[in-house]
Nanobody, 119 residues
Framework: QVQLVESGGGLVQAGGSLRLSCAAS????????RGWFRQAPGKEREFVAA????????WYADSVQGRFGISRDNAHDTMYLQMNRLKPEDTAVYYC????????????WGQGTQVTVSS
């Protein structure tokens, strides 16, 4: 069983920063890519950022480009999301996810961590 566990959420004022972590545990699995998604109350889940596990290539949603940074630590099988210049509209539950090949859906998900940005 693969488990993804997020941590690092919390309450922060607008303009502040947080760093989320996503640690993988359980049986060994090979990730093609891992990503961060978020879901705000009353809204659909949306893509935030993703990273190709083998070479570190990254891409971002337009809404976070230039403010958020996704990274990985292969040795510890952990992914990070550095969030800077946070805005109230970044408030959401943030989920990490993993997929095992380029065409697959994200098939492993964490339980989510709450990020609240006050104005």
């Amino acid at each position: 069983q693969v488990q993804l566990v997020e941590s690092g959420g919390g309450l922060v004022q607008a303009g502040g920063s947080l760093r989320l972590s996503c640690a993988a545990s359980g049986r060994t699995f090979s990730s093609y890519a891992r990503g961060w998604f978020r879901q705000a109350p009353g809204k659909e889940r949306e893509f935030v950022a993703a990273i190709i596990w083998s070479d570190g290539s990254t891409w971002y949603a337009d809404s976070v480009q230039g403010r958020f940074g996704i990274s990985r630590d292969n040795a510890h099988d952990t992914m990070y999301l550095q969030m800077n210049r946070l805005k109230p509209e970044d408030t959401a539950v943030y989920y990490c996810a993993a997929k095992t090949n380029a065409v697959a859906q994200y098939d492993y998900w964490g339980q989510g961590t709450q990020v609240t940005v006050s104005s």
